[in-house]
């Protein structure tokens, strides 16, 4: 995921080079809660007090601060927690230096919750102690209604003034207006501080309710997406036996993916289409490689999800060539926001942006192991002119020198400089730290319009349309291409470069992206054992999962953002290639490194950690990673079926469940779907499986 035109915080310009040099907030302290399109970052206290904290609602910033105290009093935070993906608490004591005992007797419970376009924050202050109190308890409010770029670019946004209509304080901001209403009605208003005071009288035992609801009101603006108005397309993962922390991993990752869905307002709103966006707070919005790679992962328990995904992607499928935005025809969307993010040092991309090499391949291989998992016939039938379109794209669009393979380059000049999912700008570069130049042929690419290709293949045999044979004919050129053109020795054996740079060389640092190649099927079994045992080294295996980059590599830096750090989606997919690969031991090793790294993160799997390793434990928070983010969370699907062995191909008929060894059996899993067909599955300590469902396909168990 870039950071906004593909810089990275430390890149991010000053205006002019007297102004002090801005940077993108941290996040790794805060606490975030979130009902896409909506979410709220949290100080540790339950407050937003500065950087990026506050409430959210559409990529505008809708509550810029809020504090609570009580005058004549201290209030000390003593816990937080997170309730479920809309809601967190947050406790504190409350000290006045009147209390009978060294105990605290004045406690104020917060609860914060989301909904959309929506903002609760709700103050239980309790009295455990003898005597009658009488304090007034103080809510300070503001608003500035900046946009999620200039938060993210590190500007502070000035508060607008607000005005006290006698029921509730309002600010007003363009075609935005803000509203904050208290319960009981304050006995003090300051609307030019947003102070807002209630009385409170407590008796010895009592408690009282305060309540702050903020709204925002866009009359003049239809909603970019709409807000999911039933329950996930998916019932709750439980896991039972094998390590416990499997099953916290999931339980936590479905709640977050829940809150971050959001339907396509072009789809049926009887039927609707739905993905996950990206992740809070910097990308909750429609990313077509986040989308694609989160509901690939999560066809285990979805094949509806893959479907909303799917479809709408197609309806914004490329029609014209534009290189200001990066759209070609079949081409798949980057990213869609509701206005062009101007970013202060230059660089800007347009609300609707194409600069993605790799989701049309991604695209396609969804519809084809969306199909396989059960996605009604009729629905992949109406998406295969898309795929004809989108296969096409590889081959004109994606492969722009004809050469073969397939690379990027932005020609806009104010586009993403890398185009792959490692898309900061220092991303690519040599062993030595060199950057490489533009065109670039990425490795993993290559890999994915293999398989790409011949899952296109299947999909047009299956269903009586021509052109699979071309596919597969195309497929094979490309894998002879890349056979001549990325391998290079190590001191592990071969292995593939990273890159081709513009002039067809082949760039020889290492990556974690070596395991995307796995399972493709583009690599020999030899190769794939020779990619395996860079995985496995200790340059690019961190023990908590693996680095984007190997610390042999100049350059190599264990908070760069694609340059050493771990990312839990990259782990996933490699552990998974490496269980199809053969090297069970390394996939289970790999998945067990995310589950010891996950507690520290309370299980919520952020987008991205250090890469410090496991002598660094605990693993090191990257400070301006998005938590939730939908790749990271659906990561745990991947993992659990990788751990499983699990494949479905209902048009064939069959299932394969085959338990790595040492991969934490026995199990119990419920919640796992074939199409619309429940699944569960039993396996014990021997490996021995059972199977649950009545979905038309026939097991092959180990």
């Known amino acids: 995921m870039e950071n906004e035109a593909g810089q990275k915080p430390s890149q991010v310009s000053s205006a002019t080079s007297h102004e002090p040099r801005l940077v993108q907030p941290f996040l790794h302290g805060a606490r975030v ?141 363009g075609e935005s207006s803000v509203e904050v209403v208290v319960e009981p009605r304050p006995s003090h208003v300051d609307a030019k501080s947003g102070r807002l005071s209630v009385e409170v009288e407590l008796g010895a035992g009592e408690g009282v309710d305060v309540t702050l ?70 990308f909750l919005t429609l990313f077509g490689r986040d989308a694609i790679w989160a509901a690939r992962m999560l066809l285990p328990v979805s094949t509806r999800l893959a479907a909303g995904t799917l479809r709408t992607l197609a309806r914004r499928q490329g029609q014209i060539t534009d290189a200001r935005t990066g759209e070609q025809p079949g081409k798949i969307v980057h990213e869609l926001r509701r206005e062009a993010p101007e970013h202060r040092g230059g660089a800007s991309l347009p609300p609707r942006y194409y600069g993605t090499i790799d989701a049309t391949p991604l695209w396609i291989s969804l519809l084809h192991d969306a199909w396989r998992w059960g996605m009604p016939e009729d629905e992949v039938a109406s998406l295969l002119d898309a795929a004809s379109s989108a296969l096409t794209w590889m081959a004109a669009g994606g492969d722009a020198d004809d050469d073969g393979l397939l690379e990027y380059i932005d020609e806009s000049g104010t586009g993403l400089s890398n185009q792959g999912w490692r898309d900061s700008t220092d991303s690519i570069r040599w062993q030595d730290g060199r950057l490489a130049e533009a065109p670039i042929a990425l490795a993993e690419v290559q890999a994915y319009a293999y398989r790409a290709a011949l899952d296109g293949a299947s999909l047009l045999d299956a269903f009586g349309r021509p052109d699979g044979e071309k596919w597969r004919s195309w497929a094979a050129r490309l894998k002879e291409r890349f056979d001549a053109t990325y391998w290079l020795l190590g001191p592990l054996g071969r292995y593939p470069a990273v890159a081709l740079d513009r002039d067809k060389r082949p760039v020889d640092s290492v990556t974690s992206t070596l395991g995307h190649l796995l399972g493709s099927g583009i690599l020999t079994p030899a190769d794939e054992a020779s990619v395996a045992s860079y995985l496995g080294s200790p340059e690019l295996d961190s023990g908590l999962g693996l680095r984007t980059l190997s610390t042999d590599s100049v350059g190599f ?106 991969g934490l059996t026995p199990l119990w899993v419920r919640g796992l779907r ?29």
Request: charged letters at 25%.
């Open 213 to 282: 609801v903020a709204s925002i009101v866009q009359p003049q603006q239809a909603p970019l997406f709409r807000v999911p108005s039933g329950p996930a397309p998916w019932d709750q993962v439980e896991v039972d036996g094998g390590d416990a922390r499997l099953g916290l991993l999931l339980k936590r990752a479905m709640e977050d993916l829940a809150g971050l869905l959001l339907e396509d307002v072009q789809s049926d709103p009887r039927e609707p289409d739905r993905f996950v966006g990206a992740g809070a707070p910097w």
């Open 33 to 173: 809660v979130v009902r896409a399109p909506s979410f709220a970052v949290l100080a540790p206290e339950g407050e937003f007090q500065s950087g990026a904290e506050g409430f959210y609602h559409e990529e505008r910033r809708v509550l810029s601060r809020l504090a609570v105290s009580v005058q004549d009093s201290s209030v000390v935070a003593v816990r937080s927690r997170q309730l479920d993906e809309h809601a967190a608490s947050f406790l504190a004591v409350v000290r006045d230096g009147e209390e009978m005992t060294a105990d605290p007797e004045v406690f104020l419970e917060r609860r914060i919750a989301v909904g959309a376009g929506r903002f609760e924050h709700r103050v239980h202050m309790s009295n455990a102690g003898p005597r009658r109190l009488r304090r007034v308890l103080d809510l300070a409010v503001g608003a500035d209604l900046a946009p999620m770029s200039d938060i993210k670019s590190g500007y502070e946004g000035e508060e607008l003034h607000p005005i006290w209509d006698g029921t509730a304080l309002r600010w007003y901001g």
């Open 557 to 662: 830096n264990p908070l760069g953002y694609h340059t050493g750090s771990v990312w839990p989606h990259d782990s996933a997919i490699a552990a998974r290639g490496l269980a199809l690969a053969g090297r069970g031991d390394l996939s289970v090793s790999v998945i067990r490194g995310l589950l010891d790294a996950a507690p520290s993160f309370e299980y919520r799997l952020p987008e991205l950690f250090g890469g410090f390793g496991r002598d660094a434990a605990p693993p090191v928070p990257y400070p301006a990673a998005c938590r939730p983010q939908a790749w990271s969370a659906a990561a745990a699907v991947s993992m659990l079926q990788t751990l499983l062995g699990l494949d479905v191909d209902v048009p064939n008929g069959t299932m394969k469940v085959r338990p790595l060894l040492g």
């Open 674 to 702: 074939i199409g619309d067909h429940p699944l569960e599955v039993r396996t014990d300590a021997n490996h021995e499986v059972v199977l649950v469902t009545d979905a038309p396909v026939s097991s092959t168990p180990r």
